[in-house]
């Protein structure tokens, strides 16, 4: 129909091409999530399944978009997916590109959650918004993740908190009392409030509420065989989920170097933590897993794995360096 006399139209279509050789940052979150997560019951302050079902729909997104996409991180009812330089998808249209990245994981939220909530019928369809940010070098980029962690940090340490006064205060708090106990407080007097009246070491939640989750698509392990290969198309890649901290600089760096004393201590510091995890035993298994908010759904316990996923060794273990290979053109 170019030639009808309605094709004029298309001249009010505005071009909005996102400038080239710049890293991309496509930002979802979750619209009315607060309403959404208290129609489905989600535990507080923070409902595992749920986050592993964001998760795997960021994992849709990085799958589809391969070779594009090649970092994402995510907390509570959002996710941050890193577009390379040299990408060239829908000829960088930004309009193209958010709308997809938002529907894609929209969709693959609903197509996954019966795996996740097999008995908890979804109340409505959830939707997220997107935006698009540009960013120039790899610096604003790290710092852009670091920015989003320091988020997930600060609200995790204060919802923790909050929800530790109002559900297991005795006599309970309601929530004006809770906000108004935390108000002027800074991290230290939460994490004292949460170790003296409750019993909880902060550093001992699971690391996917306190770190959040980083999806990377990294080399296939063991990388060392990866590195003797010269032909860099041939490097098999892996998508990987981790709950690590990407505000240093030992996710981003070659772990030779200065890094590698920081992967080390870092290997033994989650050691240490798995450790701890596996030594609760089955007898206290259960009140270990309530007193760290780790909700025990039916599914989870039903394929009988030692831990569900987002406790396994390979999220936090062996992952210096890996952010390196996100930031390639
Ligand atoms: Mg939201």
Redesign the pocket.
Known sequence: MAGSRFAYVRSFELPDPVLPGVFMVVRI??????GFSQAHEFEKPNDAVALELMNHAARHVCQELRGDVTLAFGE???YSFLLKKSCKLYNRRESKIVTHIVSLFTSAYVFYWPQYFPKKALQGPPS?DGRLVVYPGVQEVKDYFAWRQADTHINNLYNTTFWSLVLLSNPPLSERQAHETLKGTVSSQKNEILFSKFAINYERLPAMFRKGTTVVLAPTRPSSKVRKSKRRKAHPRELRTLHVDIIGSAFWEEPEAGAKAAARAEGGEERSKSESCRGAGVEDGLEHRKRLYIPIPSSVQADAAPFPPWEAPDRTQGTAGLGRWALRH
């Open positions: 979150d979750g619209k009315g999530f607060h509570s009812d959002e997220f």
